[in-house]
């Protein structure tokens, strides 16, 4: 069966590049996932690889059985085919046109932050919904998901994302492809709130998330959360200040 993890980067891409082995001919995996790319109406380009010389060419046919295309022969081992196969790959991908959310006047904020510091929670405050799904397991919100409110006659729309962890740490992991969901809401906002735990204080990971939003040129906000669970005197105030400065 094809793993979720390659349901989640099918779903991610623009195109997909399915590679087979022309030694081991059709398998029932590669069956299992031509079917699933037929139905998932994404473009494919269907590579055959360790075709490292003419005798291997013939072999290729086969692979006309798995509906998806014309079989581009490829051989890793030699870079045979490679140049037709990333202009097969160029060729399919989309012309990059945005739409009218990014390309309008519309206000794009985005919520970023580690897994469990409540953005979703903000969100459904701001928009007095329960728009975004709220528990108390990290990495709940999966998906980016575009929230639309009005305030001061202004549209402004809310990315909610997937909690960030280190990318380097999650190969391999739906975590993984949530950070990656992330930054590309990043690439798409105007402001970026960073959204902290403030029991938990500013951390060396939000210090170096700071960096990467102020690198993008993106706005910057820091959404200190949980504020209600802090116990004040009439110095935190300050004291938190201190500390973010």
Known sequence: AVSEQSLIAIDEADAVLFLVDVKSGITSYDESVSDFLLRSGKPVILGVNKVDGNRDEPDIYEFYNLGIGDPYPVSGKTGRGTGDLLDAIIEMLPSGKKGADETGSNLRVALIGRPNVGKSSII?????????????????????????LRYKGRDIIIVDTAGLKR???????????????????LSRCNVAVIVIDINEGLTSYEKSLIDDVENAGKGLLIAANKWDLVTKDHTTMKRMETDFR
Request: aromatic share 4%; charged share 25%.
């Open 124 to 148: 459904n405050c701001l928009t007095g919904k329960n728009s975004v799904l709220v528990t108390d397991i990290p990495c709940t919100t999966r998906d980016s998901t575009d929230t639309h």
């Open 167 to 185: 990318i380097t740490k999650l190969k391999e992991s739906l975590e993984y492809y949530s950070s990656l969901r992330t930054l590309r809401s």
